[in-house]
T-cell receptor, first 110, second 114 residues
Framework: AQRVTQPEKLLSVFKGAPVELKCNYS??????LFWYVQYSRQRLQLLLR?????SIKGFTADLNKGETSFHLKKPFAQEEDSAMYYC????????????WGAGTKLIIKP | KAGVTQTPRYLIKTRGQQVTLSCSPI?????VSWYQQTPGQGLQFLFEYFSETQRNKGNFPGRFSGRQFSNSRSEMNVSTLELGDSALYLC?????????????FGPGTRLTVT
């Protein structure tokens, strides 16, 4: 079965430190992967997707098909990065639905 | 551009009743998706509508249904409510590409079943 695993429910790092939010998926085909973010009192919104291969707000994510991972990284965390982060998988086959990880709450300490 | 709106924002129902939730997408968006969010199961995809047709469906029982109108507004209905249906129901709209496109989420409807 297709699944997305975000192993950390909570990740706390100091401002200026590197951040890595882990996302592992189980899917045998070619997936599309996304990171969505929800800041406090705001709506869930797209942060980035692997097909665009761009950096948003200093975050990058590389799809590693060998390790079936799509980790989100930022070299220097900022306080405004504190939010809930969700990884989502779109299997490109008959089971066409967005499958979500449980989310990781990122707290950036001053 | 106005964002996705959902009504009502909060709802309390009794077990066995039915409920209808409404979602108005961003103007020009033709795809509307629905999600259920609970502390235990997280975010789960319910279904997606495009041009008044259900295009994709998640793994939910038939008690969960939806529809989309010609103006792209969508409604979701849950019949014979169960306690486990208590959740935040989110809708999202996107351009014609559906789930591959960026999903723009509404604020959600908080449903409590007692």
């Amino acid at each position: 079965a297709q699944r997305v695993t975000q192993p950390e429910k909570l990740l706390s790092v100091f401002k200026g430190a590197p951040v890595e939010l882990k996302c592992n998926y189980s899917y045998s085909g070619s997936p599309e992967l996304f990171w969505y973010v929800q800041y406090s009192r705001q709506r869930l919104q797209l942060l980035l997707r692997h097909i665009s291969r761009e950096s948003i707000k200093g975050f990058t994510a590389d799809l590693n098909k060998g390790e079936t991972s799509f980790h989100l990284k930022k070299p220097f965390a900022q306080e405004e990065d504190s939010a809930m982060y969700y990884c989502a998988l779109l299997p490109m086959d008959s089971n066409y639905q967005l499958i979500w990880g449980a989310g990781t709450k990122l707290i950036i300490k001053p | 551009k106005a964002g996705v709106t959902q009504t009502p924002r909060y709802l309390i129902k009794t077990r066995g009743q039915q409920v209808t939730l409404s979602c108005s997408p961003i103007s020009g968006h033709r795809s509307v998706s629905w999600y259920q969010q609970t502390p235990g199961q997280g975010l789960q995809f319910l279904f997606e509508y495009f041009s008044e047709t259900q295009r994709n469906k998640g793994n939910f029982p038939g008690r969960f249904s939806g529809r989309q109108f010609s103006n792209s507004r969508s409604e979701m209905n849950v019949s014979t409510l169960e306690l486990g249906d208590s959740a935040l129901y989110l809708c999202a709209s996107s351009l014609g590409g559906g789930l591959r496109d960026e999903q723009y989420f509404g604020p959600g409807t908080r449903l409590t079943v007692t």
